[in-house]
């Protein structure tokens, strides 16, 4: 188990926490708004912002995060953009949410906005070839596998 210090920058924060824990637990924690947030409907001005959580987090070098949709927004037409939290960042954890949707959509301080996923960071090489090697799938992609 990793672990990450988590300061609040508000006192009504709330600690990113799993809903179910254990052997067949969640695979990401909840992140919470610290603050009600409005996105306009899809469209008009206002509906991407990015909401505040209330929180700083210190990651070891070896790890960091990815902030992604929970399912309930998600089918409301709210999802997430650009969540990843890399080890050396330090400010507040703010979750830009989009609405999708053709109404408004609150955000209200303690709701559950998205997911926390921590993961290894892997820091690869990349090499200039001329060619690449054979694969089954090639270049096959978007729908490639069928309908």
Sequence with gaps: MVAIKVKKLVESAQMPRYAHAGEYGDLAADLYASADARL???GEAGSTAAVPTGIAMEFPPTHGALVEDRSGLAMRGVTTLAGVIDPGYRGEIRVVMTNLNGAPVEIKAGER???????????ASFEEVAELGEAARGAGGFGSTGK
Excluded: G, K, T, Y
């Design 113 to 123: 906005i998205a997911q926390l996923r921590i993961v290894a960071r892997i820091e």
């Design 40 to 42: 306009a409907a899809a």
